[in-house]
């Protein structure tokens, strides 16, 4: 267990890393004594998971040639999460792979589960706010794989010129420009709900400004003192459901897809899409000449003052507790390989970043999109907070069906959020949370 | 008389042609159309002709994608359809078969386990741990084992159904012949329940071929792909190519299709004698 | 294509009672049998009276079927699985036998039309799923479109809550009607001419050769197409799951699909109960209408 020998990184890459890596790196290529192994790694087949993990493991491979990585590819989403559960809870987990942090990798049970990471150097190089989210009281479980992103708007630069707008700081300029924007036939806020997930943003894109009024609501939420039922949370529900009754929403809204939305914000369909910045990547692959025309903003607060960035990290590879001996060894230099400079510059040069890095080894390319650029100004100012799913391990699985309830007006606000009030606690049972 | 039938037939049929052409062929072609587009065609949805075929582009590229990812999928998944469905036929045969002729206090225990296994869903993380006792998890062979336990009840269901159809002189003629149980099940039963088996081989082929979940937990890994799991990738991509996954329904739907119309005829034949005893 | 499973122990033995219907024919199914299907249930039946994470188990007694049924969306759950499985088993019924009656008839091009009813029983759940989600797209969508030409306007299909479940069905009836079709053909195929010759005699045609000799004599057919598609129509989710996923919201949400639900979100438990649960209810709808089906034939 004891921390191995450092490989050197390929010299045309050893110029950028920090004298840290460099100081540490060792002699050449081979390994000491020259066995091969083989390990496994496993990415999420959505987007561009597997082309990412064929780059990353020819790239590393240039360094170590000793060691065999073999690609595994399955579904992402719900039904990935379940895989993963169900393969560690038999056993049968590849000695690398990717997956969430913050709440959705307490549901894993790290400390049974996973390797413990905190001895390794480029943990000391982590950006402050991601360490709790790969981490329990015990150890830290992951490396950082990707760029972080924001939960908030994503709007249509060419149109606001138009109309002569201004990127709104409180929720009734943001209204008022919806008035604007709908009163000059355009649709004003895209909504996507046939990828049900996209429903939620107004909800958990919120998250920075109730935060911002009540610095204590995750920890609260998470000792069952806190409710979405009331104030500030609620105001969440009641902002998509004004949204939705001010019929500022694109005709197709119950049926488009999140491609969809991210057209119709590139190309001026529509002017307001509240997402994930990550969005940014897809537009500038399917629709690379529209990637200037998008521009960022957070989700505005009822008051200026509490306005936030709502910050999602990026997700992380790791090592699970099956994997031992020569293939743990070779399995945690593979996780180091991800978090050098080289391992980022693959990261980002598949998925376009849609926000800063959760490591300090690594640096964003200067030709990042603008909406990317909006949201660093937003980061740069300390005006920003984490996700829920980030500070507190409460996740309720039914809230992207009751947040298109409530954007659909199937439901009111009220009634959304005592639903998902409920729907947390099975979570937070199973979860063996004090208080529930 | 003969001459009003005739007419009625015709009239009758044309209607039916017409219904049959928008309500069953109109979703296949529309399939058949999305494949042949390019992306920015096939996302638009239309029902019309690709404007510039791009069918065999397509064909290529699916089969290639992933150093042949689709290409490994179907061996597997033939492999895996070919081998549980002859397992399954023989096991089962061989119940339903002992469970019409011999009355016994075994056949209400057996029944309810039949109709037990049609109605309870498998429970997924258990069944792995039996399989990992017996070195069989992540393994064709497992997956082999796993479909054709999972479509035992069914086939049971009919063939107990169709055996009924067979007198019972046969096999007591062939018993005074001297022949053993095995000689009579496989020289004069087997061959007698040959369209049954045909039906039973078509549905249950169909069953394995286009299961999703089975593979997804049962044999992960992506040597072992199999073809359900494919489309549920292409499914997944964020890219525009809904020209690619059509191509991939059309491609994966083609081998239940080819072994239907091969087998078309004798279904009929094994639905006549069989499934409707109950 | 049988490779026989020789056993020259058991041929050897020769008991005193000699049967040409052994029981140990059982064993090779029942092997499969017990080892991958009743073990694993077995083990999960306990796991519904605890909270398991996949590795850490607490018995909870019958926590999980409280909170099951305290499920806010079990009521609709409930509702929706009835109204689907039914409608779903009714039309099968209905038009299988219809389709039937059409297809064994004098009729021309009947060998094509007795296969394209059953093309897409061919076709996966998930292939169904994308088509239709395609083609019931309330804007750019065929279906709407061709609609529209005719001056009418489609309703939103899969994603209006009033129509989501029903679409659903609608999708599952043309997707399973083949199979009741070809059950029915066998069925009519199975009636012997004598009774209608002799119904000719009599001087009756038609609607009263219906009444009285073809739907009495497809009975058995009947039992099975209604028990088959009754057991699936309850116990369906594949396709709610490929095309609405419970939605919009929680409109279309069957029993099935909220247990699934439950197990996608990690509470392994939870779902076992609901699986219980959904077993008892299948059992309990199956079993006296199997009863029923069986005894009328039987005084027939």
Known sequence: MAVH???????????????????????????????NVEITLLVQTGGTGPA??????????????????????QPGGTEGDNLVKTKLATGEMEDVFTYNTGSLLQAINPDQNLVDLSDQEWTDSLIEPFIPVVSTENGLYGAPNGTSQAGGILYN???????GLEVPTTWADFMANNDAIK?????????????????????LGDFGNVAAQDPDWAEGYTANERRYAEQPALQSFLNQQEAYEGGYFNEDFASALFDDGLRMVATGEGAHYPILSGGVSTISQNYPDNIGDVGFFPLPAQEEDDTRATIWLPNAVYIPSTTEGEELEAAKLLVEFVNSPEGCRLQVELNVPAGPFATSLCELPADVPQATQDLQVWVDNELANPALEFVSPIKGPNLENITVQVGSGISTAEEGAALYDEDVIKQAQQLGLDGW | MRRRAKIRSVVVGTIAILLSVIVFIVPFAFIFLMAGKTPAEASLFGFSLPTEWALWENITEVLTIRNGLVVRAFINSTVITVLSVTLMVIFAAMVGYVLQRRRSRWNPTVNFLVLAGLIVPPAVVPTIWVMQALGIFKTIPGMIFIQATFGLSFCVLLFRAFVSTIPKELDEAA??????????????????LRPAMVTVVVVQAVNVFNDFTGPLYFLPGDENATVQLTLYNFQSQTLNQ???????????????????????RQIVAGMTSGAVKG | MAQAVIDPGVTKKRRSVRSIYPTWFYLPAGLLYVVLFAIPTFASFYFAFTRWSLQDVEFTGMQNFITFFSEPQLRTGFINTFIYGFVTSGFKVVLGLALALLLTSQLIARGYLRSVVFFPVLVSAIGVGITFKVLMDPFDGLINSSLATLGITGPAWLTDPQWALFSVALIDVWKGVGIATLIYIAGLAAIPTEYYEAAK????????????????????????????????????????????????????????????????????????????????????????????????????
């Open chain 1, 5 to 35: 020998k450092r490989r050197v990184l390929a010299a045309g890459f050893a110029a950028t890393a920090l004298a840290a890596v460099a100081a540490c790196s060792g002699g050449g290529g081979g390994s000491g004594d020259g066995e």
């Open chain 1, 52 to 73: 990412w993990g064929e780059a990353l493991i020819a790239a590393f491979n240039e360094e170590h040639p000793e060691i065999t990585v073999t690609m595994n590819s």
């Open chain 1, 157 to 163: 630069i060419p149109m606001y010129e138009e109309l």
């Open chain 1, 183 to 203: 009163a000059a036939g355009h649709t004003a806020i895209i909504q996507t709900y046939g990828d049900t997930w996209t429903s939620q943003l107004f909800v």
């Open chain 2, 175 to 192: 018993t005074i012949d001297g022949a053993g149980p095995l000689r009579v099940f496989f020289g004069v039963v087997a061959p007698l």
């Open chain 2, 242 to 264: 809904w020209n690619l996954l059509f191509t991939d329904i059309l491609l994966i739907t083609i081998p239940p299709l080819v072994m239907y119309i091969f087998f078309n």
């Open chain 3, 201 to 300: 005699v009599d001087g009756a045609g038609g609607w009263k050769n219906f009444r009285h000799i073809t739907l009495p004599l497809v009975r058995p057919a009947t039992a099975t197409v209604v028990l088959l598609s009754l057991i699936g129509g309850l116990r369906s989710f594949d396709l709610i799951w490929a095309t609405t996923r419970g939605g919009p919201g929680f409109t279309s949400d069957v029993i099935a699909s909220v247990i699934y639900k439950q197990y996608q979100a990690g509470f392994y438990g939870l779902s076992t109960a609901g699986n219980v649960v959904l077993f008892i209810v299948v059992t309990a709808i199956v079993i006296p209408v199997s009863y029923l089906l069986n005894r009328r034939e039987v005084e027939r």
